[in-house]
């Protein structure tokens, strides 16, 4: 199991290069070339969601990013530091610019789970974190 491991300062600016490490990993590891777009989305769409999530709660820890090859699958974890209220609970502070950013937070996550077929979802008061995985196909070996 290969992993790489990318943490970047809580800007806009570096989800493009996560986007862009991802794609080249994942095409290293298997993933299918028509499945790469959809990899750079689900990666820009999770990081900058852990981008607005540290920088509205003051945040200076990096966002972390997680890429892993196994034998038959491709994962890509994001993860974020953010308190998270429990789910159903009422964000502290509750009123219009929270409901604006538990609404903008769904739909990323909306967005993010129409691209991945294997997504998982977890959070807490210590950070959230956002598993994605796709299969590889193995490298084809010509006879010598």
Do not use: Y
């Not at 199991?1 to 290069?17: G, I, Q």
């Not at 290293?28 to 777009?37: I, K, Q």
């Amino acid at each position: 199991m290969a992993t790489v491991e990318l943490r970047f300062s809580a800007l806009p600016e570096h989800v493009r290069t996560a986007r862009l490490v991802a794609a080249a990993v994942a095409r290293r590891a298997g993933v299918e070339e028509a499945v790469l777009d959809e990899v750079r989305l689900a990666v820009g769409e999770a990081c900058t969601r852990a981008v607005g999530l540290h920088q509205s709660n003051g945040i200076s820890a990096p966002v972390r990013v997680l890429l892993t090859e196994e034998e038959k699958q491709f994962s890509i974890e994001v993860g974020d530091e953010a308190p998270h209220a429990a789910p159903g609970a009422q964000p502290s502070g509750a009123g219009g610019e929270a409901d604006a950013e538990a609404e903008e937070d769904e739909m990323g996550l909306a967005v993010i789970s129409g691209l991945v077929d294997d997504v998982e979802v977890t959070a807490g008061r210590d950070g959230g974190r956002i598993r994605m995985s796709w299969p590889t196909t193995p490298p084809v070996t010509l006879p010598a």
